[in-house]
């Protein structure tokens, strides 16, 4: 394996990184900055795919699409606070788990009500398209680029709203103790509201910017969901830069995982079993590492102890 | 017109009700101490005026009926507590937390540092590794940063060492004085409450039993409602 | 003088740049209460988990009975004959009084793994656990939730629930915390008639209950003891007036 | 009166297939304009203890004589070797693993699809003809994605610029492409079905790698080829079926469906299609609950119009029959395939030998 | 409020009566489903031990259903295809004999249990949560590409394993011999949660440190009920393997933990009957709602969250209040 193809997968794993980021920006702000399990995570992610997806058919803009998809997926979360999270707040994680899960139901077969069973047709924009060759030599697409430019900014925006501005510190100090929070003057409801609606925005945007290189269908927000959470505990629950690095870890993992793997398995046994051997392994292998840091670190790289 | 103006308030938790009917009022500019036995209501009283339990009976701020605020508009009229047991924002330092709820007015977290030094000190450090008294602190700094025109204080001085609890009392006698605000006391130091409070009342089994003038609070009442 | 039940030598532990505990030697003897006063910040709970087992000594040692169990776990501290009360009520809000002081009694006769008979069916734990609940006053409300408790009446459960164990020593934080005057005065009666049972080592910022109890007090300033004495003598002491008691006291 | 009870995927991710299968069957069922035979129809959400559970009640209290409509291998291996052990005939109109056309296999099942490894063979064979010698081949690491590649391997007979497993479910393929890219590969073979596929053809399409591709017809289908759009077309696939074979049955069939349904027939529509005549032909001989023997036989001929044209199947009760390579092409707006070629003809399973029955 | 004693009474003469009637009415696919609702409810009532008596939140208590899915699986593999089992060197003849089956998938997912509360305790909240999660997700990829057992596609057994004395292919014997033991299993709990050990536990979930300072380790306590739980729901899958007459990785699945959880909640966490309350609520659901539509998932979630919004503690708690201890 030459170096440049190293070093290319090196870049691969990060932008992947970049991209489960992304995915999980929303959710970091619902699960990790307010403290509560929203298992809906990926229905919202969902709807704004879907939202994406079906407006660029009428319009054949991915602007538009992109607003619908952040617009939809904000009015949803906004809707979920008020009917059904809001009550949960105080609830344990229990409850949560269970409401949320029902929630998945509700969406997913919804959804499916709405737009029916096949996939549906979300590409990248003509301007978008296509590679742009990088320094030695590597054909990189640039949409990708531009996701991993989005990312970033996104990371670095939440990351100034919860650690610098007061309205972060309340939104922090109403996952402590809503009742305190309220009882100093803060409507911790309205904010709440608004905040989980923003998770849901930032859900919804990744949902249409990553579903125009995946696939668009019901579904497609479960997977997403799981590498979430694994993203967030790594990195720490409430911390931003920990869900950062959590990412980048776990896209490096999962994709240097993916090509090494079988290699190493490979000078041990004969080709076909160690590709698979190797495969199995590295499927489990972001797993494996959020165990080690959890056994490591009990409360992730980042997190505070309870 | 008093500031805070309450009668026959009543509240319950669940099926229990805690308060039977509580009179109180508190003038701009008066301290007036809230005593009574363990458990006889002061705190839920407190919680009430708060709107952190519902209750009933009347129960104004300003003129305003606060039964129809939610909590956070009720504390924008400017009302200050510190709560029973501290209740810091655990994950926030100690400046986040003297910020994240405060409202303009005189005092700043300057101010707030000048009379809590501690707080300086330890400006960086997690609410929730601070010692307990230095967390008692920090309450009554945020509490002071919200201006509030009538600031509440559950048990403020649970903890807190002798001389900081001077430092504290004076400054709560001072505030009354000078600034205008109205304050309510709750605390077991009964011989600082009776310095600094003009008025008190008494509660036996969430219902006012007694209240007046602290000057004309004598032995035997004192022995029967409170204990001392 | 007979050797003292609980002995701490240069107890040494930092928060980053900041010394919670420095160099702390000091000792518990039998028959005694040892209060421990000192500014907020001081590093009195810190030293308190140190002892307990809470938390781990960056240098020093503790030595209960004559064995060492500096490195010894909470449980096994316990184990050992230490009796804790915390500062915040630490009960089990949703079992009964009764229940709670079998949980003692239980810890102490080493009995928690059984799994078929029900724990109130053994007259043993049963009697060790309403012995204790009589001796603090609480055997009429043995039946009631904790949750209904009164804050008084939770933290004589604390201390029946630490005598239960039939300590060697106790260690109390602020036990006096929250009570109102008539309940201070009662626990102050009451902790008074245990010190003949166990020593008692004593965190508290309430000077009467100190001044009327300890029969030792050592202050605790940024770490270090910088005075041990009677009640007296600590009194008296204009070091310790200005770093803590101020004029009144 | 027969009763057919249908499991098949109708919610959740996998559902258009099942929709397909029961759309395709229910068509042939109203063309023959038969009333006798009563359908049960469930959804098995793609999970194969829900498919056991449905299927338990099916026969236990529906009491069907016959069952079919299952998608996906691992719940047909769920459902059907309980299924014909008490005495129910299983009618295949997708799932073909192996275990049941080999050593597992049962008089009372059929496959009216394909042995699962049938397209990727085909897809091998193909690649012989067009004269790729190095192909690069992946597919997920599961058991029908093992079946793939050694299916592929089976027939085709160049070299391997490389053989990689994906993960199950897998959503970014960055990784597997610059492996492809860096192979010196000259074709690119790969099994990735459903949502798989769609985001591996979007993302290989905007990699500037333009290797030819080479795949079994899963990731081609009709109800597919419309979310992966531009990035599909001139893609090679192998199937069984194509709108374009020329027989009548198949014209009129597409012609109904897409009268009925509002949308282009897939290839899983097809199969449910023909299952259904397969069926409708052999109750036309004997009632399966009073002469089972003489049903099986009638089954076994397979006398019915497919709309495959010919159709046989092999002592193991598994087709043999053509498979083609086709291309996707676009048709005003609507993405379809075309025959360009048949890669296999009358092409069985390579299991059928373990079979014995 | 009813007394939960009565509700229980009347809940274990429903769970007895329905399959009784079944019989009676020739509708043995009836009694299937109150088998199925017998072994989920087994399975949930191992889960009820960890989350309801411990605070133990496991997503991740499909790694013992499906051991002892596989346990079955395995076994019987190697028993109706004549080869053994190797074993480091050891050969190891497969059964069809549901003890032995049963002894070793109460085994295998004991240690299960042991290595993943060793590790998995090291945390809490949160934390537990996913970290179960991640150990679930482990076993369940390697149940996937693990070819020799059929990988994803699972394994049939396609004779249900025998019992001596005992035709089990006969649905209503097998649904008392599943029966029989979730009997046995909530006899268990009901004893366990009133033992000194559960007095113990119950405090380690409610203060960990206070179980501290009386000299008990809350860590150890928590990792019994999570092995005694894991190996209960291992039995489950056992019997829920023998049920199905397969297995496959689906057992393995985080949605299949989130059931056992749903189930847990919908009946009434750490309640004697919670777990069969919500197994039989949960299979009278699925069985009748996907009658009524296709997208009969849109009505379970609505159902689901109407229940969590307004009856808090399940439905033991809708009828019987909040747990009283028994003093
Ligand atoms: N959350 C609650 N649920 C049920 N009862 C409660 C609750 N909080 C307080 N109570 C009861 O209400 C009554 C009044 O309690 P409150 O806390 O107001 O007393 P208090 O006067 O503040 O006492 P203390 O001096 O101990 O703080 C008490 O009998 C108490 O047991
Ligand atoms: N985890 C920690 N990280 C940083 N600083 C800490 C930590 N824990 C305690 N401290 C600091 O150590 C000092 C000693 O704290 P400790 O709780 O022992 O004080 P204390 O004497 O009990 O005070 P109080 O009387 O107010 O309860 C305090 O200044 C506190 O802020
Ligand atoms: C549609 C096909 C991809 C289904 C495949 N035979 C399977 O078993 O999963
Ligand atoms: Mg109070
Ligand atoms: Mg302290």
Known sequence: MSTILVIEQVINGLQFGVMLFLMAAGLTLIFGVMGLINLAHGSLYMIGAFAAAWVAGLTGSFLLALVAAMAAAALAGALVEMVVIRRLYAADHLDQVLATFALILIFSEGTRWVFGSFPLYLDIPEALSGTVTLPGGIAYPLYRLVLIGIGLTVGLALWALIERTRIGMQIRAGRDDREMIAALGVDISRLYTGIFALGALLAGLAGALVGAIQSVQVGMGEPVLILAFVVIVIGGIGSIKGAFIGALLVGLTDTLGGIFLPEIFKLFTDASTATQAGSALASMAIYILMSLVLIWRPTGLFGRAA | MSLLEIRDLTASYGVTQALHGVDLSIDAGEIVALMGRNGMGKTTTVKAICRIIASEGTLRLGGTDLHRLPSHRAARLGIGLVPEGRRCFRDLTVSENLVATARPGEWTQARVEELLPKLGQRRDQRAASLSGGEQQMLAIGRALMTNPRLLILDEATEGLAPLVRQEIWQAIAELGHSSGMAILVIDKALREMARIASRAVILERGRSVWSGRMDALDEETARRLIGV | MPDPILTTTNLQKSFGALKATDSVSLDLRQGEIHAIIGPNGAGKSTLIDLISGRTQPDAGSVTLLGQDVTHAGTAARARAGLGRTFQISALAMEDTVLQNAVLGAMGASGKPWRFWRPALWDADLRMRAEEALRRVGLADDAGKRCAELSHGQRRQLEVAVALTLSPHAFIMDEPMAGLGAEGSRLLTGFLDSLRSEAPILLVEHDMDAVFALADRISVLVYGRVIATGTAAEIRASREVRDAYLGEDA | ?357 | MIPERHLNIAVLMLFFAVPAWALIMDEPFTITLATRAAILALAATGLNIALGLGGLVSLGHAIFFGIGGYAMGVLAFHAQTYTPMQLGGFEIAGTKSMPVIWLVALVASGIAAVLVGLLSLRTSGVYFIMITLAFGQMFYYFAISWRAYGGEDGLSIYVRNDFPGLNTLDPIQFFGLCATLLCLALLVFWRLARSPFGLALGAARQVPQRVETVGLDPVRLKLVAFVLSGMMTGLAGALFADLNRFVSPTMFSWQFSGELIVLVILGGVGRLMGPLIGAGLFVTLEHVLGDITDFWHVILGAILLVIVLFARGGVVGLFCGKARPDA
């Open chain 4, 1 to 357: 009166d027969v009763k057919v009870g249908m499991i098949t995927t109708l919610s959740g991710g996998g559902a258009g297939l099942g929709i397909d299968v029961r759309d395709g069957f229910l068509l042939a069922l109203e063309q023959a304009g038969r009333d006798d035979i009563e359908m049960v129809i469930e959804d098995d959400e793609r999970a194969p203890d829900a498919a056991v559970r449905i299927a338990d009640r099916m026969i236990q209290s529906e009491r069907v004589d016959i069952m079919t409509g299952i998608i996906w291998s691992n719940l047909a291996m769920a459902v059907v070797p309980g299924a014909v052990a008490q005495g129910v005939f299983y009618l295949s109109p997708n799932a073909g693993p192996s275990q049941l056309a080999g050593q597992g296999c049962h008089e009372n099942y059929f496959n009216v699809a394909w042995q699962n490894d049938n397209l990727h063979e085909a897809a091998g064979a193909w690649a012989n003809e067009t004269g790729y010698s190095n192909s690069f081949i992946l597919a997920p690491n599961y058991p029908a994605g093992q079946d793939a590649l050694t299916g592929y391997k089976r027939m085709y007979e160049g070299d391997l610029a490389g053989e990689i497993y994906t993960d199950l479910g897998q959503t970014d393929y960055a990784a597997e492409i610059a492996q492809i890219r860096a192979s010196g590969a000259d074709s690119v073979f790969f099994f990735l079905p459903g949502g798989m596929g769609i985001s591996f053809l979007k993302q290989y399409a905007d990699s500037g790698v333009e290797l030819p591709v080479i795949g079994p017809a899963f990731s081609f289908d009709q109800g597919i080829l419309q979310a992966v759009g531009d990035a599909a077309l001139g893609v090679v696939n192998t199937s069984q079926w194509s709108k374009d074979i020329e027989n009548e049955t198949n014209a009129a069939f597409v012609e109904s469906f897409e009268a009925e349904y509002g949308r282009l027939p897939s290839l899983y529509a097809s199969q449910g299609f023909d299952t259904a005549n397969l069926l409708i032909s052999a109750l036309d001989v004997a009632d399966p609950s009073e002469d089972p023997d003489a049903f099986r036989e009638a089954l076994r001929a397979a006398n019915f119009d497919s709309t495959r044209g010919d159709f046989a199947f092999g002592p193991n009760h598994h087709p043999v029959q053509d498979i083609y390579a086709r291309e996707v092409i676009q048709e005003d707006d609507v993405f379809t395939n075309r025959i360009i070629g048949t890669a296999l003809e009358d092409h069985a399973d390579a299991y059928a030998a373990e079979c014995q029955m």
